[in-house]
């Protein structure tokens, strides 16, 4: 008998948010030449837009890596209810003393992630604007696998 075919599946989320770039290991002066407008100090807002791409074999009984459902779920009540509509500075611990760079966003959620029990967390991707992009898979792709 064939071994059950691996499959990657990949789904988009959105979340709005504001962020300030600062950092206090920086002076005033430091911080506005290293993050521009985007340190102005009361914040600006995103329309984030979130990939997360999972791997898994495909069940033979339902045909599926795992249940939209279930990981609609999960990004819901771990990510999405924790930074949509929020200051990410603000209402999200991990930012009190690391900057809301949108490579820190990433790595945050991917960390949140790889926690999902039904299939395997491959790399989360987040766009900040339509210009910008940022991509992580883990430091250890293997670690990954629940
Ligand atoms: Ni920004």
Redesign the pocket.
């Known amino acids: 008998m064939n071994a059950p075919l691996k499959l990657e599946l990949g789904r988009r989320y959105r979340f709005s948010a504001s962020?300030r770039?600062h950092t206090a290991h920086l002076t005033e002066e430091e911080n506005y030449r290293v993050f521009g407008k985007?340190n102005n100090p009361y914040g600006?807002g995103?329309n984030y837009v979130v990939e997360v791409s999972v791997s898994g074999k495909v069940d033979p009984a339902t045909g599926m890596i795992a249940n939209l459902a279930d990981l609609d779920a999960f990004v819901q009540h771990h990510v999405l209810e924790d930074f949509d509509h929020k200051s990410l500075n603000e209402d999200v611990p991990a930012f009190r003393d690391k900057v809301p760079t949108t490579e820190n966003v990433c790595i945050e959620i991917f960390q949140r992630l790889k926690k999902f029990p039904l299939a395997t967390l491959e790399r989360v991707r987040v766009e900040?604007t339509g210009k910008n992009s940022f991509e992580y898979a883990g430091e250890n792709p293997e670690g990954n696998r629940p």
Request: negative net charge.
């Open positions: 962020h770039l985007c600006h995103h900040e």
